[in-house]
């Protein structure tokens, strides 16, 4: 392996499509195989099948992985050796590590803000919790990413239809469209505490995005990013400027319980917790940049390894941020006042001093930035994969007009509704809330379907035991979001009970789905698989062409679910119109 910054195939001299190389599998561990489509008669038993070209949609996703420190060649082997592994990884590292770091974005930093500073650290538990949730819903995507070579709105529309297609695109359009203006907001409020005007502040930001995006070096981008990434740890500083207690936040990490009782507010607010830290946008981004980085299934295990120390450095950096307002303003009339993120540097200007608040400042810019940056690039890459245009970032601009057009479209968008004199903030960010309600459920069940289809993952789709964990992930997810949506549209509605009620339910159902689900594997067992054809090792395995995939047969059980998911799709996105409309002229 080397590490010489230089080396790369670019899009001007794209690499040959040439097969990937046939590593031996370690001693002891059996590889599971899947026979390629379509096998003819077998004569005898199955032989070793030649190793498969993996789908490429475009042709910059060939050749070397070009990373922020390192570079991998196309046509490397496996590699043995401490020191070998570690500047793989070094390499590889970096979609995992940012959409985790994107997803602490200014209303991230807000949320956990306000969680301090209202509840003290009784909310730390919330985010144990979700430790696991991230790493099985991205370690999903990983696999879709490198062993498919097509991106997650791809795999949708033409996995599940064209309907489901343009409803996952367009409703991510405008999802991240109006996130992209709260981390303006966020700008905003962060270069202001500086005594910046936002007319100043938030066209140099958008000018810098763009111009840090459309380099036309991979490289280059994740090297921008990664700076992001680096500055998110100035809330570990920030942490001990506050004076923390170290025996209430190990209490709260552990033990669940909320400063003031359970109600409706303390129910939404970990409603905003969950929702800010899981959502749609890191599934589409995440895949599709492992394929725009040419992680092919090989190195995998390295991309899980990212994905798992993403997970980890982004609950640290929001437990910091809870327990900074927690213990900077207990005892003050600032503590259960929260309004928003410019607000609470104020604070922290007042109870512990300009430099604090300063950093705290730089955390809350720093956060919108990335955010920003990630949010717009998976609406991009989201919208390559439907209308199949150039999507790389190893493009030039002049290259890849409309990949980068629509990047370019959304941040200038986003960053002049934000300068606009009375623009309706307040709705905009209810709208955040809601759509992500809407969004969620559908790419929870999408992925966990995607990650379950023989056809799409062969040896690697979902082992039970992860199914069965993931099942319950996504129906809590979609709970929540349900009650997120209810909440929104009807604001009286008592959160307590509906919560109360949505878990029995949940719980009867999981249930349910559970007995059923045993009774048909056992008439399963009765039956005989039998595989002809060559054979891959699982680590040669990727998807075969779209083209020669046969759709999947959907049981009257599931098409009564997935009309039962777009009625409440439907149902949801008129109500949410209406409300827009009442609170804009209200």
């Known amino acids: 392996m080397t590490t010489d910054p230089n080396r790369g195939a670019g899009p001007d001299t794209p690499s040959p499509a040439l097969p990937e190389p046939n590593p031996e599998p370690a001693p002891g561990t059996p590889s599971p195989a899947l026979p390629e489509p379509n096998p003819g008669p077998a004569s005898g038993p199955p ?77 730390l538990w919330v985010l144990i919790l979700l430790v696991p949730v991230l790493i099985v819903n991205q370690e999903m995507v990983v696999r879709l990413g490198a062993v498919t070579g097509v991106g997650h709105a791809k795999l949708i529309n033409e996995r599940f239809g064209r309907f489901w297609g343009w409803f996952s695109v367009g409703d991510l359009f405008v999802l991240n469209f109006l996130t992209i203006v709260t981390e303006f907001i966020g700008v905003s409020l962060s270069l202001g505490y500086f005594g910046l005007s936002k007319y100043i502040a938030v066209p140099i ?52 319980g909320i400063e003031g009782g359970a109600n409706s507010t303390s129910i939404l607010l970990i409603i905003g917790m969950v929702g800010t830290t899981v959502a749609p946008w890191q599934l589409f981004f995440q895949q599709s940049n492992i394929i725009d980085k040419r992680i092919t299934p090989r190195w995998i295990n ?63 810019l720093n956060a919108s930035l990335i955010g920003a940056g990630a949010l717009t690039l998976s609406t991009s890459y989201a919208f390559g994969d439907v209308f199949g245009t150039k999507s790389s970032l190893h493009r030039s601009f002049a290259d890849a007009k409309v990949f980068y057009g629509i990047f370019s479209a959304l941040i200038v968008g986003a960053a002049a509704i934000v300068l606009i004199p009375g623009a309706p903030l307040g709705v905009i960010t209810l709208a955040v809330q809601a759509l992500a309600g809407v969004l969620l459920p559908s790419a929870s069940v999408f992925l966990l379907l995607l990650c379950n289809d023989r056809e799409v993952l062969g040896p690697w789709r ?56 045993l009774r048909s594997h056992r008439g399963a067992g009765a039956v005989t698989e039998i595989e002809a054809g060559p054979k891959l090792p699982k680590e040669q395995w990727t998807m075969p062409p779209l083209a020669l995939l046969a759709r999947p047969v959907w049981s009257t059980g599931r098409k009564v679910a997935m009309l039962t998911l777009r009625g409440y799709l439907v149902v949801s996105v008129v109500l949410l119109i209406v409300k827009a409309v009442q609170l804009g002229g209200g």
Do not use: C, K
């Open 462 to 517: 979902n082992a039970p035991w992860l199914n069965i964990l993931a099942i319950v992930i996504v129906a809590v997810l979609v709970l929540l979001s349900l009650i997120l949506m209810a909440t929104t549209v009807f604001p009286n509605i008592d959160v307590t009970a509906v919560s109360l009620g949505g878990a029995a339910a949940l719980g009867v159902g999981l249930a349910a789905a559970g007995l059923l689900s």
């Open 205 to 256: 930001a958008a000018v810098a995005l763009v111009a840090m995006t459309a380099s036309g070096s991979f490289r280059f981008w994740e090297r921008s990013m990664f700076v992001f990434v680096f500055a998110n740890l100035l809330v570990i500083p920030l942490l001990f400027m506050a004076h923390p207690n170290a025996g209430d936040i190990a209490q709260h990490f552990v033990v669940p």
């Open 302 to 364: 390295y991309e899980r390894l990212d994905t798992w120390i993403g997970a980890v450095v982004v609950v640290v950096g929001a437990a910091a941020l809870i327990a900074v307002s927690a213990f900077a303003f207990q005892h003050t009339h600032y503590f259960g006042r929260f309004s928003d993120a410019g607000a609470t540097a104020t604070g922290l200007d007042h109870v512990l001093g300009s430099i604090p608040a300063a950093i705290f400042a730089v955390v809350l």
């Open 47 to 123: 032989s070793p099948a030649p190793p498969r070209e993996r789908v490429t949609l475009d042709s910059a996703h060939i050749g070397d992985i070009s990373g922020a420190f390192g570079t991998i060649g196309q046509h490397e082997e496996a590699h043995h050796g401490v020191r070998a592994r570690s500047l793989a990884l070094l390499a590889i590292v970096g979609p995992g590590l940012i959409v985790m770091v994107g997803d602490n974005d200014a209303g991230g930093v807000a949320t956990y803000s306000q969680a301090g500073q209202n509840y003290g650290t009784s909310l």
